[in-house]
């Protein structure tokens, strides 16, 4: 008994121990295919503006070449990570997959391992741990988020001070002649995540959190293939969503204001001050270029109205927009319920309509130009040129920052940021991060950027239950 006791004491100091540090992300590789359609390109074929593209969407996205699928491109991103940060196989414990893009509904991240393992092999590495934790996460985008949350959940528990590593990505299509066929991209993103991190610090406790069910927001139900509607032009199995372009703007909207406001109740700091003096950097779901900047409008206008220290400047900005300042603070603390009218059988109407009106001339504004300058532009030019990720479309933003931060040794250690995930139907997460002092070099020694856009170099060609896969090694 006596030994059993102090067994218990001691594990019970460990896991207090584990609990005092900080955990984070230690280092991060990406995967993006090879094939890129340029976007300025796809305007000739398709008559489409590239002036009007080109300022919404970004300037080209990925596509996965014939011989690669999810699982191919997680293996890679996973095997990159390895390889460029020496990282020791037998020191992971968890291996967590994000995506909305898995052809199995048995088995999940395991996949992966598989993969990897093999490719270690090839390499006369040893094998990942067989002690691991293989979960699959899938919420739409907010896959890659739910696994980055877990694993940091999982190292901070773990008495045997084991590391996590988190594999995101998706391949997002879009039927041709579709509103969503620019939006399109495919990739992955790989991270370590440890404690007393590399390169930045997670503060899981601040995170906040929005869920609402919203019926046909963004769907892939398997029922789909056999409507005689679905993708009638296309003779190939296809993965394209039912979805409505102007109602999950609006879910969007409705969750990351929702969420955000979640996170800033807990720290106790009010929006314009957060978003002007505190953060440094601010990262949102990215399916395409305008879309993060149109929501920080949006959670901008809220959190003026929401706040007691700027209705002066909202005043102002009403007048100038044309519409009632006590509409926009009404719409600050209406409780809305988008999926009620689709229930039953109703209109949607929008229910911020004096709000997103201010958002829209508040883009235009110089000030606020200056702000997503100085906040959003970080990374953002590379992420352009990926396209829609879905799950990774957010981790791959912030590597992008990242690297584009080593790369010009912009002096950003110790700078807080945060970075707020979505799923639809609609949930949303965003959490609060600090770069550490040692980012720079993890990102200098990866030489992440080069990878995205230098051609293969190298490649190893193995088989895995009589699939052919490519690993990649830069």
Sequence with gaps: RVSTQSTWVEMKASLLLLQSKK??????????????????????????????????????????????????????????????????????????FGTESSSDNAAGAVVILGMVNLALDALKMPRLSRSLEVPEFKHACLGGIYAIKNACRFVMTDVRSRKAIIVCGDIAQYERGSTGEQTQGAGTCAMLVEMDPRMFTMEIKQAGSSSAYRGPDFRKPFSRHLHHSFAPNTHRLADFPVFSGAYSQLAYLDAVSHAVEDMLSHIEVSAGHYYRDIVHSIFLHRPFQAMPITALAFMYVRGMARGKHHHDELHKLCEKSGVN??????????????????????????????????????????????????????????????????????????????????????????????????????????????????????????????????????????????????????
Aim: proline share 5%.
């Design 23 to 96: 955990v984070g992300v230690g280092a991060i590789s990406m995967y993006v295919p090879r094939p890129r359609v340029q976007l300025q390109d796809w305007c000739c074929w398709t008559s489409n503006s590239w002036e009007k593209v080109h300022k919404v969407v970004g300037k080209a996205f990925r596509m996965p070449s014939r011989h690669e699928n999810i699982y191919t491109m997680a293996a890679n991103a996973t095997l990159r990570l390895i390889l460029q940060n020496d990282i020791d196989p037998q020191e992971i414990g968890f291996l967590g």
């Design 325 to 474: 300042y006590e509409d926009v603070v009404e719409e600050s603390v209406v409780n809305v319920d988008l999926y009620y009218s689709i229930h039953k059988n109703q209109v949607v109407t929008d229910p911020y309509p004096a709000t997103r009106e201010c958002a829209k001339r508040l883009i235009k504004m110089e000030e606020f130009v200056e702000l997503v300058k100085r906040k959003m532009s970080l990374g953002s030019s590379a992420a352009c040129q990926m396209g829609n990720m879905y799950s990774a479309a957010l981790p791959g933003w912030i590597a992008a920052a990242f690297y584009e931060a080593a790369e010009l040794s912009l002096p950003i250690n110790d700078k807080p940021m945060v970075a707020i995930g979505y799923g639809c139907f609609i949930l949303c997460d965003p959490f609060t991060a600090t770069l550490g002092i040692c980012f720079l070099g993890v990102c200098r020694k990866t030489k992440q950027k080069s990878s995205l856009f230098v051609p293969v170099v190298s490649k190893l060609t193995t088989k895995f239950r009589s699939t052919t896969f490519e690993v990649l090694l830069f």
